[in-house]
Every structure is written in structure tokens, then in C-alpha cells.
T-cell receptor, first 113, second 110 residues
Framework: DAGITQSPRHKVTETGTPVTLRCHQT?????MYWYRQDPGHGLRLIHY???????DKGEVSDGYSVSRSKTEDFLLTLESATSSQTSVYFC????????????FGPGTRLLVL | EDQVTQSPEALRLQEGESSSLNCSYT??????LFWYRQDPGKGPEFLFT???AGEEKEKERLKATLTKKESFLHITAPKPEDSATYLC???????????FGTGTRLKVLA
């Protein structure tokens, strides 16, 4: 299994509070991704990173920000959580120099009340 | 707009009853097509990558094929442990973004 961990694995928070999710990898892969998964929508890309301090938006980036200060860590921040951001969040990694395959973390289940 | 569509949404099979899942795509310049398996409460698990029309990959009871417009995941003599959601994704030329379909939920009954 690819070395990807996500923390926390579960979180309950209230509307309007900031939330940060962490993805940590031990594979030294260049690309890291944040997705959300909702019934009927499948996996939708929020943001991705192609190197330290290099990030770009995905299809559902509004209300989210990201940071990558080290190769191994990719943080997703909800500046002011809303109920529509209740979802399961997955981190993924890939290294196009060797393989295009994405490997996924175990997910974080977020409930915004 | 690049798009990936999977069908059927859900499929129930008896153990041993072979079938196929479909992933059709409309993209500008396919670079790769990926199949994943996802169990409840877990992240997707990689199965196959296909790059060119006519390519086939096999793993145990699963076989993936690719044409210029779609991919099939054939399941031969499935077992209950094959029950999962199967996801299809594509990458396109010039980007390392992955576009996912909404998946097929497979249930294999003993």
C-alpha cells in the first residue's frame, strides 16, 4: 500500500468555523490532490499540487484553500465551513515521472452542523 | 467539456454470473484510463491502467479493455468478495488532472 495518511479521519464541526485537513505521504511523489466524494457526484477535484508551493484549482475549489510547504504534506483548509462542505475528503498522490497511477488515502469524513 | 460516464449505476449478480461494466468517455486527447475498486468507508484501490485502443489488462477474475470511445471491465465468475464500487477515471493530454465517473455499485450474491 502507498504510504498515505490523512488526519483527522473523522471530524464534526459547526458552520462558520475553520477546518484544516492534513495529508501526509512517505512516497516522495511530486503530485498531490484533494478530492471530495458525494453521492451522485463521484470524486471531484478540489485542488492539486505539482510541487512544493505549486498549487492549482480543480473543479470545486470555491470555499477551499491549500498549502504545500513540504513534499510530504498537503493541507486543505475550509476557511469558514458550511453545511454544503459536509463530505468525505480523499487525498491522492501520483508521480508522472514513474507512473501516472494515483494512489489514495483512507479518507476524512467531515460533518458540518 | 471532458466527461466520463459509467453504466450501469448499480448491478446485482449471482455468484458465477459473468457481466461487464462500461465506462464511456468524451475527452480531447486521452492519455490514460484507470480503473479503481472502492470498498465502503475506504479510499479507491488501483486496478488497471490502459493507454491505447485495443489494450487489455487482466487480474484474477477482472479484465479491462479499451476502445477509442469506451472501456469495459469484464468480471468472470464473480464471487461475493468482488462486491464493491468500481470507478473509472481518465487523464488527458497536457494535464495531470483526473476526471472520474460516478461509479458502478456491484453486489454479488452468494
Amino acid at each position: 500500500d502507498a504510504g498515505i495518511t490523512q488526519s483527522p479521519r473523522h471530524k464534526v464541526t459547526e458552520t462558520g468555523t475553520p477546518v484544516t485537513l492534513r495529508c501526509h505521504q512517505t512516497e516522495n511523489h511530486r503530485y498531490m490532490y484533494w478530492y471530495r466524494q458525494d453521492p451522485g457526484h463521484g470524486l471531484r477535484l478540489i485542488h492539486y499540487s505539482y510541487g512544493v508551493k505549486d498549487t492549482d484549482k480543480g473543479e470545486v475549489s470555491d470555499g477551499y484553500s491549500v498549502s504545500r510547504s513540504k513534499t510530504e504534506d498537503f493541507l486543505l483548509t475550509l476557511e469558514s465551513a458550511t453545511s454544503s462542505q459536509t463530505s468525505v475528503y480523499f487525498c491522492a498522490i501520483s508521480d508522472p515521472a514513474s507512473t501516472e497511477t494515483q494512489y489514495f488515502g483512507p479518507g476524512t469524513r467531515l460533518l458540518v452542523l | 467539456e471532458d466527461q466520463v460516464t459509467q453504466s450501469p449505476e448499480a448491478l446485482r449478480l449471482q455468484e458465477g454470473e459473468s457481466s461487464s461494466l462500461n465506462c464511456s468517455y468524451t475527452v480531447s486527447g486521452l492519455r490514460g484510463l484507470f480503473w479503481y475498486r472502492q470498498d465502503p468507508g475506504k479510499g479507491p484501490e488501483f486496478l488497471f491502467t490502459l493507454y491505447s485502443a485495443g489494450e487489455e489488462k487482466e487480474k484474477e477474475r477482472l479484465k479491462a479493455t479499451l476502445t477509442k470511445k469506451e472501456s469495459f471491465l469484464h468480471i468472470t465468475a464473480p464471487k461475493p468478495e468482488d462486491s464493491a464500487t468500481y470507478l473509472c477515471a481518465v487523464t488527458t493530454s497536457g494535464t495531470y488532472k483526473y476526471i472520474f465517473g460516478t461509479g458502478t455499485r456491484l453486489k454479488v450474491l452468494a
